[in-house]
């Protein structure tokens, strides 16, 4: 069955400091699509990236970068020198091409709490 | 071009009653999907709709239903409130019906339910 483990419930640390969230999914489907999200405070689902399960080169975006790794069904995000403004909580999630109920929902993991401390 | 918008922001009813949420897309979307979202947990699937028609659900009674309109606006309709039905509801609209599409979410309306 398809299932995404964030297993970090919570991180904090100290503002320029780089902070690795971890993300283990669990699908049969050799065809699928790994994103992650970002909700601040204010409650939005922010979409940060997204990528698919034939493309395992690594991405990087300004401070924001993903290792994504099919051997270890890892998708690890990591923020290089954080900032205050990137405390939120963070959602990794997997949508799968075939899916019993012919719906393209994503299945989430339960999210890490990122706090950033001055 | 707009993204998608939820309202209302926040809701209070009492268990027993009904409650309508509305989601409008971002523009050119056709497909919709709405998620619960408790309090300190991941967003749960409710159900998409793709072409005004419904199109999988999740682990969710039939107390909750939706519509999607021709101009791919959504309703999400809950009956019969109950308490843990208190959540943030999230709509997320996608370019197209497809496991390839990136959903994109509205602000979400939290419900509280006494």
């Known amino acids: 069955a398809q299932k995404v483990t964030q297993a970090q419930t919570e991180i904090s640390v100290v503002e320029k400091e780089d902070v690795t969230l971890d993300c283990v999914y669990e699908t049969r489907d050799t065809t699928y699509y790994l994103f992650w999200y970002k909700q601040p405070p204010s409650g939005e689902l922010v979409f940060l990236i997204r990528?698919?399960?034939?493309d395992e080169q690594n991405e990087i975006s300004g401070r924001y970068s993903w290792n994504f790794q099919k051997s270890t069904s890892s998708f690890n995000f990591t923020i290089t020198a954080s900032q205050v403004v990137d405390s939120a909580v963070y959602f990794c999630a997997l949508s799968e091409a075939s899916s019993g109920d012919s719906n393209y929902q994503l299945i989430w993991g339960a999210g890490t709490k990122l706090i950033i401390k001055p | 071009e707009t993204g998608v918008t939820q309202s209302p922001t926040h809701l209070i009813k009492t268990r027993g009653q009904q409650v309508t949420l509305r989601c409008s897309s971002q523009?050119?979307?056709?497909?919709v999907s709405w998620y619960q979202q408790a309090l300190g947990q991941g967003p749960q699937f409710i159900f998409q709709?793709?072409?005004?028609?419904?199109?999988g659900r999740g682990n969710f009674p039939p107390r909750f239903s939706g519509l999607q309109f021709p101009n791919y606006s959504s309703e999400l309709n809950v009956n019969a409130l109950e308490l843990d039905d208190s959540a943030l509801y999230l709509c997320?609209?996608?370019?197209?019906?497809?496991?390839?599409?990136?959903?994109?979410f509205g602000p979400g309306t939290r419900l509280t339910v006494l």
């Open positions: 990528r698919n399960s034939f």
């Open positions: 709709y793709y072409r005004e028609e419904e199109n």
């Open positions: 523009s050119g979307h056709n497909t």
């Open positions: 997320a609209s996608s370019l197209l019906y497809s496991h390839t599409d990136t959903q994109y």
